[in-house]
């Protein structure tokens, strides 16, 4: 290029320098349910489903009931419940029939002695009876007191033992019944009303929305398989894909912002909580993903976003944007070699950060590149290429 043109175009110059810059990582991504928050919810018991209490979509509570089941296991370990209480509480009937009817004769009997030794003792006293006929009905009467305490003895000794039995031949199936999903509450309802009921409620362990419902009215259940899937959506997953350039930028534990097009001009934050170990050799990306709290649920599962990755300060090499001009589907920028001479170089982009942006490869540190009078640099190359 001649002085004279060189110097009516105006060029201006700027070095490729390393610069210490704060950058921001761009991508797009997905926004998931936040699988730490995902509840499962299976039943302890096989049996036919009886009525389904919740649709997907709804709100629950922790403990709210979801299904109703009835159980032949449950009606036969209840069955079996209130036949040994029944049992246990039969014999007690009749061993204390027996002890109390030992007490009545006991009491009536230490009535009769006590009323002798009164009424011998007062003989004594005015020396009617003999010392050996006094002696002799104190020691009736002592025995019988003896035979009174022993019989009331005996009859808490009895009622202790038939509670011990009673536990160990129900708490098994107490067991049972709670490992079914019977609650304590429901087994003393079976013992109080002697009535068998084989229905018992799945209750939500969490509260959240029921995202998924498996199952329906007249259904066999299988402890194996999941009724319901209940979602917490107060913190999402953003997961995404960045590009190989960027890969040694991002960690773990970096600062991120999320937008939809759904709300325009809200912005999400959140944190990088994975980073692949190797890159998807289809794509040339890493997988990376973000939890990002979500006030207001308004983030929903499936949604697209976008989301930028505060990766902090870098030392870099940097040109200024406006050394940048476009050639097709890549960037070159002009680098002057005296003379009146510039080479088109083209140059491979990293991340940008305000004014400048990071050089890969086409520059090399110390440099200079053109930026004013490129857009006519290029128009001179393309005039000469012809």
Do not use: C
Request: aromatic fraction near 4%.
């Amino acid at each position: 290029m001649a002085e004279a043109t060189e110097k009516s175009i105006g060029l201006e110059y700027a070095v490729a320098q390393e610069r210490l810059l704060d950058f921001a990582v761009k991508t797009t991504g997905e926004v998931l349910a936040n699988a730490n928050l995902l509840t499962h919810v299976n039943t302890p018991v096989g049996g036919r489903v009886q009525e389904v209490l919740v649709s997907v979509g709804d709100r629950v509570a922790g403990g709210q009931t979801l299904l109703l089941i009835r159980s032949q296991d449950i009606g036969q370990a209840e069955a079996d419940l209130l036949q040994n209480d029944a049992q246990v509480r039969a014999d007690l009937k009749r061993d204390l029939l027996q002890i109390d009817s030992d007490m009545s004769q006991a009491n009536a009997q230490i009535k009769l002695s006590e009323s002798t030794y009164q009424r011998i003792k007062n003989l004594v006293e005015e020396k009617i009876a003999s010392r050996a006929d006094f002696e002799a009905a104190r020691t009736q009467y002592e025995k019988d007191k003896i035979t009174l305490d022993t019989l009331a003895r005996k009859r808490q000794a009895t009622v202790a033992l038939s509670e011990e039995r009673l536990r160990l031949l129900t708490e098994p199936i107490r067991q049972k019944l709670r490992l079914l999903g019977v609650s304590d509450v429901g087994i003393d309802r079976v013992l109080k009303t002697h009535e068998v009921n084989p229905v018992v409620p799945v209750i939500a362990p969490e509260a959240g929305v029921v995202s998924e419902r498996l199952i329906n009215v007249g259904e066999l259940t299988d402890p194996s398989k999941a009724l319901f899937t209940i979602a917490d959506f107060h913190s999402v997953w953003l997961v995404a894909d960045v590009y190989e350039k960027d890969i040694a930028k991002v960690q773990v534990g970096q600062p991120i912002e999320l937008e939809v097009d759904s709300f325009p001009g809200d912005k999400f934050v959140g944190k990088l909580n994975y980073v692949a170990d190797s890159i998807n050799p289809d794509t040339r990306t890493l997988a990376v993903r973000a939890a990002v709290d979500n006030p207001g649920l308004k983030l929903k599962p499936k949604m697209f976003a976008r989301m930028t990755i505060l990766v902090g300060e870098h030392q870099v090499l940097t040109i200024p944007k406006e050394a940048l001009q476009d050639a097709g589907s890549y960037k070159v920028v002009y680098v002057p070699e005296g003379g009146g001479n510039f080479n088109e170089r083209k140059v491979q982009l990293g991340s940008e950060s305000g004014n400048y942006v990071e050089v890969l490869a086409g520059v090399r540190n110390g440099e200079k590149v053109v930026t004013k009078g490129n857009f006519d640099l290029m128009s001179e190359s393309l005039r000469e290429s012809e």
